[in-house]
């Protein structure tokens, strides 16, 4: 039996290897590797739990550090365990340092690498994602992007032999996780003091954690007069790294319509998703699961991550200002139920038949 490495370092990784890993081990001798760089426990042991991942065979605790020195270190680690597992392919998801790191410890050992949500383009090396992206992409044996137009962007740069579209693990996600939710996920909710949290019956939904968004007052300060002023409060899981920052500048400014609390593992996020009246998000993640339950968001980036939840309006870039994020959140939205960009829910299986004609084309599955 074949033998795959599968790398995960961060929480949107976790969602989409939850899908895939339960298909693959029906035909593959999986081998699972968390690198660390998501290590609090909110943050990457509750997303095993609550989605019954099996646990990793190797957690290498490798977190914090400059993007160099995290990269760096991964690599020499990833290295070591690839020899001595001795895989037959490197599963990768998306485009963190974990992704990069992995790639080029396995295209160097000579060991095929396949790679989940291959393609996206920002348009600015100015993102690490962008930059881990390009270099993974371009090191793939196996390309699989997630929509047409990531398909687009490996055309452009000549890796449409390598790629073929499969849709959106975390549309599978969403979608099979959605189905079992009974709102019991929504009711251990902690704010900062470990206390929990009492949700209101109505509420926007706002996760807010990249650097150039929480990085100064002024811009977080920005986002939080926005939901400030909104009609019903904001429930803001934190990002540990946000945290402080967060906590002192609702105390100065007396925010009280802002719902500061821990982050949240994966079921209760799509939950608070599902009820929410609206999102305000800097994820990838989230905004994609926003456009899947069909809820208005409004994304505080200054570049489109996924030009398909834009259709219509679904989804609006803004500023980190208060008076753009308004704005753009009284927009009136209408969405297309027979638009469908994100597949038919069956992306894993996809995944692993594409891995499968890898190697029957080459004559080497037993």
Request: with cysteine; hydrophobic share 35%; net charge negative.
């Amino acid at each position: 039996m074949k033998k795959i490495c599968s790398v995960v370092g961060a929480r949107p990784q976790f969602i989409k290897l939850a899908v895939v890993s339960r298909v693959l081990r029906k035909h593959f001798h999986e081998v699972l590797i968390h690198t660390g760089q998501h290590y609090d426990h909110n943050m990457s042991d509750v997303f095993f739990e609550e989605m019954d991942i099996p646990r990793p065979d190797y957690n290498l605790g490798i977190s914090g550090g400059t993007h160099g020195s995290m990269t760096g270190q991964m690599l020499i680690a990833l290295e070591e365990v690839f020899l001595k597992e001795k895989p037959d392919m490197v599963l990768l998801f998306g485009d963190t340092n974990s992704t990069m790191a992995a790639a080029l410890a396995a295209v160097k050992l000579h060991i095929p690498v396949c790679h989940v949500e291959a393609g996206n383009r920002f348009g600015t090396l100015d993102s690490p994602e962008e930059v881990n992206r390009i270099v993974t992409d371009h090191m793939a044996s196996i390309n699989l992007p997630c929509t047409a137009s990531s398909m687009a962007f490996l055309e452009r740069e000549g890796l449409a032999q390598t790629a073929t579209v499969v849709g959106d693990p975390m549309y599978d996600a969403f979608r099979y996780y959605s189905e079992r939710l009974d709102g019991s996920e929504l009711t251990d909710i902690r704010d900062f003091d470990g206390n929990k949290v009492e949700l209101p019956d109505e509420f926007y939904y706002m996760t807010c954690h990249r650097q150039e968004n929480t990085d100064t007052d002024e811009k977080l300060d920005g986002i939080f007069s926005a939901m400030e002023a909104l009609d019903v409060p904001t429930v803001y899981p934190v990002h540990p790294r946000n945290h402080n920052r967060a906590e002192r500048l609702c105390r100065e400014r007396g925010y009280r319509n802002i719902l500061l609390t821990l982050p949240v593992g994966y079921q209760t996020s799509i939950s608070l998703v599902n009820r929410a009246k609206k999102i305000v998000t800097d994820s990838g993640g989230v905004q994609r699961e926003a456009f899947f339950a069909e809820k208005p968001c409004v994304t505080v980036l200054d570049f489109v991550v996924w030009p398909e939840t834009m259709k219509d309006g679904c989804n609006r870039l803004a500023k980190p200002d208060r008076q753009d994020i308004l704005n753009k959140l009284n927009t009136p939205v209408v969405f297309d139920p027979s638009y469908q960009p994100f597949g038919d829910g069956h992306s894993a299986e996809k995944i692993v038949s594409i891995i499968r004609n890898y190697w029957e084309q080459r004559g080497e599955l037993s």
